[in-house]
């Protein structure tokens, strides 16, 4: 899928296959929105507030309130393309938010997940 179609996807389309994939790991919908706030710097309310507005992927992250510095600690392989080596900034911020949600998934504890 060519990048601009990507950015141009609604979040609110995209965030019920985040939490689908965490429950269906026995996870839950606050853990995916833990995870969204750290990486993003929204509060629950502003999180909110993007989804109603279905706002697409890339005004979502450049509205973002504060990038976690931490995201740059997040490494490992997503949809065969390792997310460090990824050259394009906010395909980068989209992958960083999909490792994430693959390691809950896959059981990681929350405090590994956001590289505490």
Do not use: H
């Not at 899928?1 to 839950?28: C, D, L, W």
């Not at 710097?41 to 992927?57: M, P």
């Not at 394009?88 to 949600?101: A, G, N, S, T, W």
């Amino acid at each position: 899928m060519e990048n601009s179609r990507v950015y141009a996807m609604s979040f609110a389309g995209v965030y019920p296959q985040y939490i689908t994939k965490a429950e269906k790991k026995g996870r839950t919908k606050s853990e995916v929105d833990e995870i969204i706030r750290w990486l993003t710097g929204y509060s629950q309310k502003e999180l909110e507030t993007q989804i109603e507005k279905r706002t697409n992927f890339e005004t979502f992250f450049a509205k973002a309130p504060q990038l976690n510095p931490s995201r740059k600690l997040i490494t490992g392989v997503v949809c065969g393309i390792r997310v460090d080596d990824i050259k394009e900034p906010l395909m980068q911020e989209i992958r960083y938010l999909d490792k994430l949600i693959d390691e809950l998934a896959k059981g990681k504890a929350m405090e590994k997940i956001l590289r505490k």
